[in-house]
């Protein structure tokens, strides 16, 4: 974990409720993706945790839906406003069992992690397909940015508005190798349920501190008590308990 | 130079600034980010006799300039506690640990007690009677001057080493029952724990934590815990560990001047795990600006006239 001060350099919408800021700033903190930070905002007490989509060696870029009004007050932020910022939090995905073929499933706000996930699994010479899955249309984003990374896209909305209908259990492929999901909990319980390989989900919890010293997230598995915030976000299938 | 030192119970701190118990877990897991050394002493999370898996999720809700927590006593049991724990902190920490105890009956509190008191790594006991009484009706332990006194000595009984009884500010008198804690043996107090709040979530029209209710911290609570400090000084002759929203040096020094002989930093450091730290740095400035060179002098010392 890192704290630091760092900068908007820019956000934009990407879709409905949905927007991308870039944030510059030092990233060393980061080991995985699928890590998360955690931003302390004028006027809320709590620090908002938002997964990473992706990070480079200058800063990192968070995609969040704008679901409350702390997310409002960070899209409506002007570039260069400071930010304090707690860093590399969370365990991450393993990018070490993926196999050549993973599957990375993604829903709503669940899409954004699994983007510096596919870029890590590519650079290790692996070919993930991904299906990104939202409730319609105008919510849809990622699509073709998963795309340029030459990743098989799958596009299902649940009315049938873009791509194809249904859930994502609805387009599962065959002969994948592993799965990765991240999404709203009956979307991972879902994919939990009809998967065939082993795999790693990331779960979303109601978060004090975020880096595993108020005990606000713990969650049950197989192997005790876990705390989402520093165990997780991200857990192993066989670990899962629903 | 300036002098931070105090002394609770006897016990010499370096400095008066604790992380809260239940907001720094057993101390060991954040001596990557700082020397633990520096700290005044650590308070571990509250301990039960018996592991305990918490409240369900949600346990954490938002307030204004605070925070709503239902995390429900999460521990893994005393004998975990003492066995891995306080052994895995004494590696990486030197200073005075401070272990808060939890209960549902008075012989539970006790038994827990005397296992904390045996434990060489462990310096003072903080008892924490805001539990409810499972055979009192669920009645907090700390909501009543007798049933305050009644475990208290049970506890003293059990245990030699420092008993600091920890108050809960959901009460008529904080001052009936702080005398009453004296009364029975405690060597010192330490307030407030979090009061009793809530929210609802007005989409879904249901409370937002899956326990209904919780205990509210951070800087909203801090002017009514630093009044109950005060009142609490006036009452006893023991001294007072004071808590309740202390962000930075000057609410540490408020806090001192209110009667507390020391501070615990709970919700600040959960926003920003840097806080105790940052409030400790803070003091010496702060003093050399207030003209004091001994920080113990502070302690109590806005009732001179009152």
Redesign the interface.
């Known amino acids: 974990?890192n704290?630091g001060i760092y900068s908007i350099e820019n956000t934009r919408q990407l879709a409905k409720n949905t927007f991308l800021t870039r944030l510059a700033g030092d990233t060393s903190a980061f080991c995985a993706p699928g890590q998360f930070i955690n931003i302390?905002l004028d006027g809320?007490?709590?620090?908002r945790p938002l997964s990473v989509c992706d990070w480079d060696g200058e800063g990192l870029t968070v995609i969040y839906k704008t679901v409350g009004k702390g997310t409002k007050a960070l899209a409506n932020l002007p570039a260069g406003t400071k930010l304090?910022v707690?860093t590399g939090l969370g365990n991450g995905f393993s990018v070490e069992t993926s196999g050549l073929r993973p599957l990375l499933i993604g829903g709503g706000a669940g899409v954004p992690p699994l983007y510096g996930l596919a870029k890590r699994l590519i650079g290790k010479g692996a070919r993930p397909v991904v299906i990104l899955g939202f409730n319609t249309a105008e919510e849809v984003f990622f699509e073709k940015e998963f795309a340029a990374l030459d990743c098989d896209v799958t596009v299902a909305t649940v009315d049938g508005s873009y791509g194809k209908k249904g859930l994502v259990t609805d387009v599962l492929p065959q002969g994948t190798t592993y799965f990765y999901a991240c999404g709203p909990e009956p979307m991972l319980k879902a994919v939990y349920d009809r998967a065939d390989t082993s795999g790693q989900l990331s779960f979303e919890?109601?978060?004090?501190?975020g880096?595993?010293?108020?005990?606000?997230?713990?969650?049950?598995t197989k192997y005790g008590?876990k705390l989402i915030c520093k165990d997780g976000p991200v857990l192993e299938k066989e670990a899962v308990v629903w | 130079m300036v002098d931070l030192s105090v002394s609770l119970g006897g016990i010499r701190l370096q400095n008066p600034v604790i992380p809260a118990s239940?907001?720094?877990?057993f101390g060991h897991?954040?001596a990557s980010?700082y020397d633990l050394n520096r700290l005044g002493a650590v308070c571990l999370?509250g301990t039960t006799l018996h592991p305990r898996?918490?409240n369900e999720?949600?346990?954490?809700?938002?307030?204004?300039?605070?925070?709503i927590?239902a995390?429900g006593l999460?521990n893994p049991g005393v004998d975990a506690v003492l066995q891995k724990e306080v052994p895995a902190l004494r590696k990486v920490y030197a200073g005075p640990v401070i272990a808060n105890i939890g209960g549902f009956s008075v012989e539970e509190y006790a038994a827990c007690c005397e296992k904390a008191d045996r434990c060489p790594g462990i310096d003072i006991i903080e008892l924490n009677i805001s539990c409810p009484n499972v055979h009192g009706g669920g009645m907090s332990f700390g909501a009543s001057a007798k049933d305050a006194e009644t475990v208290v000595k049970a506890v003293r009984k059990a245990c030699r080493k420092p008993l600091f009884v920890k108050l809960s500010p959901n009460v008529t008198d904080i001052a009936e029952i702080a005398r009453a804690c004296e009364a029975a043996g405690a060597d010192g107090i330490s307030l407030i724990n979090t009061l009793l709040a809530m929210r609802i979530d007005i989409t879904k029209r249901k409370p937002v934590l899956a326990n209904v209710t919780g205990g509210l911290s951070?800087?909203a609570v801090f002017p009514v815990a630093l009044r109950m400090v005060w009142q609490v000084y006036k009452a006893v002759n023991i001294p007072i560990m004071g808590m309740g929203g202390v962000s930075c040096a000057e609410d540490a020094v408020e806090m001192l001047l209110a009667g507390a002989t020391a501070v615990q930093v709970g919700?600040a450091?959960?926003?920003?795990?840097?806080a105790c730290l940052e409030i400790i740095d803070g003091l010496p400035p702060l003093m050399e600006k207030l003209g004091v060179t001994k920080l113990s002098d502070l302690v109590g010392a806005a009732h001179q006239s009152y």
């Open positions: 974990m704290k302390a809320f007490f709590l620090r304090d707690l919890r109601r978060m004090g501190c880096f595993g010293a108020c005990m606000g997230c713990t969650c049950r008590a | 239940g907001t720094f877990g897991e954040f980010y999370k898996f918490g999720t949600p346990r954490i809700a938002e307030a204004p300039a605070g925070m927590n995390v999460q951070g800087p919700a450091g959960l926003k920003n795990p840097f």
